[in-house]
C-alpha cells in the first residue's frame, strides 16, 4: 500500500477493497513455530509494540518497537488505520518474520469483516488472527471450563467465537485475520493462553508498548 487513506470515506474504500483478499485457509502443511503479538499504547505519541515468542516455549525470541504521532483519527471500524502504520514499521525491524501475528483486536468480527487482524495478515501475508477483550456480535455464554467456546454471531453471521481460557474466567473473542481457519486459531489462542486470560504474545507486547 502506497500511502494511507487520510479521510474515513478513502478509508472505508481501502476496507471494501482489501476484505475480497482475505483467505480463511491455512497454508498447506501450517506449522506455525513461532507467533508475534502487536499491541499500541497511546501517549503523546503512539507507541507500537511486536514481540516474537515460540510456541513451543512460550520464551521471548525477539522484540521491536516503534513510535510516530497519530497520523489517523479515532473512527469506530477504522482502528487499524490508526495503529497499522506504525506496527508494520516495527514489523519490518524483526530479523525474522513470525509465523503468525496475534492481533489485540478484531479480525473478521468488524461490521465490514475486515478487522486490524485481517488487514494486517492481508498487507504481509502472514497468517493472522484478532483477540479481543470485547465481543462485537452476539454470544451465549461458554462453559466454564478451559477451553469451552460458543459462536460469536453478528447480523446472522458466525464471525469467531467466545472462548474460555481459563476456569470461571471471562472469556476473550477470537476471530480469523488471513490464512487461519477458526479451529486453528482456537487451538492457538489456548497454547498461547496457559495461565491468564490473555494470550501471552498480547501481554508481553502490552508490557513492551508502554516502556518504550
Known sequence: MAEWPRTEAAAVLEQERLRGLVDPNPPPGFVPRTAAGLD????DQLK?????????????????TA???????????LFAFRELPLLLEALDKLTQPPDVLVCDGQGLA?????????????????????????????????????GDW???V?????????LRTQD?????????????DLDTATELVLRLAPRFRLPETTRLADRLSRQA
Request: glycine share 14%; hydrophobic share 35%; proline share 11%.
Open 150 to 152: 460458543t459462536p460469536l
Open 48 to 64: 507500537a509494540a511486536v514481540c516474537t515468542i515460540d510456541l513451543d516455549t512460550l520464551s521471548l525470541v525477539e522484540q521491536s
Open 168 to 180: 470461571g474466567v471471562k472469556p476473550v473473542f477470537v476471530s480469523i485475520g488471513h490464512r487461519v
Open 154 to 162: 453478528d447480523r446472522g453471521e458466525v464471525v469467531g467465537r467466545a
Open 40 to 43: 499500541v499504547h497511546y501517549g
Open 110 to 146: 468488524h461490521p465490514r469483516r475486515f478487522g486490524l487482524a485481517c488487514h494486517a495478515g492481508v498487507l504481509t501475508g502472514i497468517p493472522s488472527l484478532g483477540v479481543g477483550k470485547n465481543a462485537l456480535g452476539d454470544f451465549d455464554p461458554p462453559g466454564p471450563k478451559r
Open 67 to 77: 513510535e510516530g504521532p497519530e497520523s489517523f483519527p479515532y473512527i469506530p471500524g
